[in-house]
């Protein structure tokens, strides 16, 4: 979901950071984004909205 003018974004919460990021690409994945930030998806519990989630899950618009 795009809103004309509005740019894409979620926002990352992880240890002590709190942060709007924006996504680079439409079908970008929490493994997309663990891979950024060098984590390893064999030590990080992923939670997309408040539930967990498994990698392989596209990030949305507003996630948390």
Partial sequence: MHIKGELMSFILKFKD????RELTSE???IRD???D??????T?????????SI?????NYHDL
């Fill in 17 to 20: 950071i709190e942060e709007k």
């Fill in 27 to 29: 079908n970008y994945t």
């Fill in 33 to 35: 984004l663990l891979k």
């Fill in 37 to 42: 930030l060098n984590l390893s998806t064999q």
């Fill in 44 to 52: 990080i519990v992923a939670k997309q909205n408040g539930e967990l």
């Fill in 55 to 59: 990698e392989d899950n596209i990030l």
